[in-house]
């Protein structure tokens, strides 16, 4: 077989699934889009869809993995940037996508997507010493980014409620000239806890 196709020999059933997660959270940014140039509010909710479907996905490649007991540096590799896409990437457009345009909502966006890609660098470093050599992570440093999901409930219900641009919940504040949206605090709250110390138990 040629050389470029080997590195796909070199997959488990696992990373396929990792694949998937990564796949939803990059249809979640193209719909997020299609929302903005069309303005059909169907398109938010198959970009929330898509999320959701991406947990499942995450989800599904951890215990396949350890059912065949097939792990690797390039599975572990393969869900960190797939998480990144679909857990970090995706709700941060999909909050653009809903009226979170302000010059400051923009670097909190930024400042959340940073924050969410230094987590699981750390998280990668360190697996092996949080582990304590039994191979299985007893606890996170930080909350995991998928807990980004609670944003994009949020989000899904401002939608269904037709609260987006100038209706988004709990208003603008004009500083120096730019807008905040209240909301984007959130995802600065979010960033912040994903880079924290703080130790939660991995169930």
Same mark, same amino acid.
């Given at each position: 077989?040629?050389?470029?196709?080997?590195?796909?020999?070199?997959?488990?059933?696992? +990373?396929?699934?990792?694949?998937?997660?990564?796949?939803?959270?990059?249809?979640?940014?193209?719909?997020?889009?299609?929302?903005?140039?069309?303005?059909?509010?169907?398109?938010?909710?198959?970009?929330?869809?898509?999320?959701?479907?991406?947990?499942?996905?995450?989800?599904?490649?951890?215990?396949?993995?350890?059912?065949?007991?097939?792990?690797?540096?390039?599975?572990?590799?393969?869900?960190? =940037?797939? +998480?990144?896409?679909?857990?970090?990437?995706?709700?941060?457009?999909?909050?653009?996508?809903?009226?979170?345009?302000?010059?400051?909502?923009?670097?909190? =966006?930024?400042?959340?997507?940073?924050?969410?890609?230094?987590? =699981?660098?750390?998280?990668?470093?360190?697996?092996?010493?949080?582990?304590?050599?039994?191979?299985?992570?007893?606890?996170?440093?930080?909350?995991?980014?998928?807990?980004?999901?609670?944003?994009?409930?949020?989000?899904?219900?401002?939608?269904?409620?037709?609260? =987006?641009?100038?209706?988004?919940?709990?208003?603008?504040?004009?500083?120096?000239?730019?807008?905040?949206?209240?909301?984007?605090?959130?995802?600065?709250?979010?960033?912040?806890?994903?880079?924290?110390?703080?130790?939660?138990?991995?169930?």
């Amino acid at each position: 077989m040629p050389k470029k196709f080997t590195m796909i020999r070199e997959f488990h059933l696992a +990373d396929w699934f990792t694949l998937g997660n990564a796949a939803c959270g990059i249809g979640a940014v193209f719909s997020t889009m299609t929302y903005l140039e069309t303005r059909d509010v169907m398109h938010l909710y198959i970009a929330c869809a898509l999320i959701f479907a991406a947990l499942v996905f995450d989800i599904l490649d951890g215990r396949i993995a350890r059912w065949r007991q097939k792990s690797s540096a390039m599975g572990r590799e393969l869900d960190s =940037l797939a +998480d990144v896409i679909s857990f970090g990437v995706a709700p941060a457009m999909l909050a653009y996508g809903c009226g979170m345009q302000g010059l400051y909502d923009r670097v909190i =966006l930024v400042f959340f997507v940073v924050c969410g890609v230094s987590r =699981l660098a750390r998280y990668n470093i360190t697996a092996e010493e949080l582990s304590d050599g039994s191979g299985k992570v007893k606890y996170f440093e930080g909350t995991p980014i998928p807990t980004s999901l609670l944003l994009v409930c949020l989000l899904l219900l401002a939608a269904s409620n037709g609260a =987006l641009g100038p209706q988004l919940w709990w208003g603008t504040v004009r500083i120096f000239g730019y807008t905040l949206h209240t909301m984007a605090l959130l995802f600065a709250v979010s960033g912040s806890l994903m880079i924290s110390r703080i130790r939660i138990p991995k169930l």
